[in-house]
């Protein structure tokens, strides 16, 4: 059983002030729909303080994920975020190789798969995200393309650590652009990626991973997506930056 999982990448998006004021008025939701719904949100670096200093004062079922990370211990790599400054603050989940870290800051599928590893070595999860541009997708080769994704950024992780992982499927030509694809779309490149999944591993391994949609993602289409097999989630961007819109698409994963 796969809980779902609704997680809000709130980007470059809020101060630590405004951060914190969105959490607290996401408690109320995430404790209504705890059985069905796990909620995460992804602030910016410099929100993750307040974020989590919110959670440990009202305890809601709230997990705080990080929106990328490097992955040396520590040292002279400035501007950069290393694991125990993550772990430090409480951080469960941490989104790795994003579209938009991938198209603006050249991050390679090696880049993103060393993050994956040091993101586990830290006891956290990953959020590995994949997902083609328009332009894979009108030359039909889409299914190749994620599988090259997937496997190298499964690459060196072990089975163990594997069970935990959430991938999330997010086509480029559907981030913040107000064009989703359709849950079939979504649902056939979700039900590929567990089929990838149990190739690199195993069956059991490839039943226990949680796969999100993100793209587009809004409190109307929510449902659509969350009834689909192979489709365990929502990663939530500008829908996820305001509680009156991201509190229906927790709902929505209500059973
Ligand atoms: P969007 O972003 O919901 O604004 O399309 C999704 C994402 O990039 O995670």
Known sequence: MRKTMVAGNWKM??????????????????????????????????ALHSVSTVLALDHPPIKLAAQDMFWEEEGAYTGEVAPRMLTDLGVAYVIVGHSERRQYFGESDEV???????VFAHAMTPILCCGETLETREADRTADFIAGQIRAGLAGITEADATDLVIAYEPIWAIGTGKTATPEMAEEVCAHIRALVAEVFDDVVAERVRILYGGSVKPENAALFFA??????????????????????IKAARA
């Open 228 to 249: 689909q097999p192979d489709i365990d989630g929502a990663l939530v961007g500008g829908a996820a930056l305001t509680a009156e819109a991201f509190a229906p698409i």
């Open 13 to 46: 998006f809020k101060t630590a002030g405004e951060a914190a004021i969105l959490v607290q008025n996401l408690e109320d939701v995430a404790r209504e729909c705890s059985g069905d719904a796990e909620t995460v949100v992804a602030p910016p670096f410099t």
């Open 112 to 118: 993103v798969n060393r993050k994956a590893r040091a």
